[in-house]
């Protein structure tokens, strides 16, 4: 999915899993780099502004020139050391400037002016100091959100826009912001079997639940090509959860399987249940005849889970999420959010091209993040499916 090339394009994957340009990306982003210059020095040049235009106001008995030392330190979030100083150098003209307004750089009253320049000076270099310590920090930072994302990637192996028979379109959001990496996961693979899709939301957060992940993609894309049933599938994923995952442990999982035209197969392990929306814009939630625990639980259950069908004609949307979605909760009133209410008229049409079905999985994650008020505090995955095959 990404190779290592010998020869590499600005576009190539490096060692490191992402582009150089993904990379320097990931740098300016950190440090505030991508916005415009003149855009991070405006509030230095709104501090000098504010600085002068108060002594001007207060009259020459007042000397405020001194507190021109705000610029420097303002600057030195924004700007990098030679921008600051640039800014600087104007602010300590504004000093003088101020000072001969204020009459204080006469021979008797100089002492004030050579305190104030000093005291400018001074804050200047340490400033410009902080800045190049805080681009330091924010190359570390990016080194670290480049790896993390180069690790999701290589994880998720994230599917094209077209698996067999499917178009897909999703968004995913990790609760870890700096590290990009969370424990929900989700696959479409095309095999001898059909197309099947899987789609998981592992207990916890951080590196326990991405190791998790793992296990239960792995065995996924493994067991998807050997098995001919998706009960098969889920009960190697079962086993390999049991050996390889801390007992306790466990993971909601949905699986998917698109064979013949016009249906589905359907098999549920505590995961939130699918959403069909029809092409009237009505959605329809899938609730499973006959639930099954998580994996990592079968064997505190008896019995066997059981797959079932569901119509899904060319029309028809799949909406697959998982509880970070359904969980995320109002900005004030603090209710979940209502995505079996919402999501109808959001994806209705979204099947009738690649271009409708990005457009309609943006529209609902932005009605979920105006719900939340712009922040998510868990993992959240969403996943629109469509036909192509009638």
């Not at 501090?47 to 420097?72: I, Q």
């Not at 998807?224 to 049933?229: I, Q």
């Amino acid at each position: 999915m990404f190779p290592i090339r010998r020869a590499q394009s600005p576009s190539a994957p490096t060692a490191a899993g992402l582009p150089p340009g993904r990379q320097r990306g990931a740098l300016l982003a950190a440090d505030l780099q991508d916005v415009p210059l003149w855009r991070r020095a405006t509030p230095a040049v709104a501090a000098m502004l504010l600085v002068a235009l108060a002594d001007f106001l207060s009259g020459k008995d007042r000397y405020l020139a001194p507190l021109m030392t705000v610029v420097p330190t303002v600057a030195a979030l924004t700007l990098r050391p030679r921008e600051l100083l640039a800014v600087c150098a104007v602010g300590l003209l504004a000093v003088f400037g101020l000072s001969h307004y204020d009459q204080v750089d006469h021979i008797n009253d100089a002492r004030f002016l050579y305190g104030a320049m000093v005291s400018y000076l001074v804050v200047t270099l340490f400033s410009a100091w902080v800045a190049k310590l805080r681009m330091r920090r924010a190359a570390a930072f990016a080194a670290v959100s480049s790896v993390a994302e180069a690790a999701q990637r290589a994880l998720l192996r994230l599917p094209g826009p077209t698996v067999g028979p499917l178009r897909l379109a999703v968004r995913y959001v990790s609760a870890a912001d700096a590290s990009q990496i969370g424990g929900d996961l989700y696959s479409a693979l095309e095999t001898p079997h059909g197309t099947r899709v899987a789609v998981g939301d592992v207990r916890g957060k951080g590196l326990a639940a991405v190791q998790t992940a793992a296990v239960v993609l792995g065995a996924f894309r493994e067991a998807a090509y050997d098995e001919a049933g998706l009960r098969g599938v889920a009960a190697r994923i079962e086993a390999s959860v049991e050996r390889h995952v801390p007992d306790g442990e466990f993971t909601t999982a949905l699986f998917a399987e698109f064979r013949s035209p016009g249906v589905m197969e359907l098999l549920q392990y505590g995961h939130v249940p699918p959403i069909r929306v029809d092409g009237e814009g009505r959605a329809h939630v899938l609730d499973a005849p006959d639930p099954w625990v998580p994996l990592g639980l079968g064997r505190l259950a008896s019995g066997e889970p059981t797959t079932w069908g569901q119509a899904f004609g060319p029309e028809d949307v799949l909406v697959l999420c998982t509880d970070g979605v359904i969980e995320a909760r109002h900005r004030r009133s603090g209710e979940f959010y209502p995505l079996a209410e919402r999501v109808g008229p959001l994806v209705r049409d979204a099947a009738r091209s690649a271009g409708e079905l990005e457009a309609a999985v943006e529209r609902v994650y932005g009605d979920l993040l105006a719900h939340t008020g712009g922040e998510l505090r868990d993992d959240a995955l969403l996943l629109l499916i469509t036909r192509t095959d009638g």
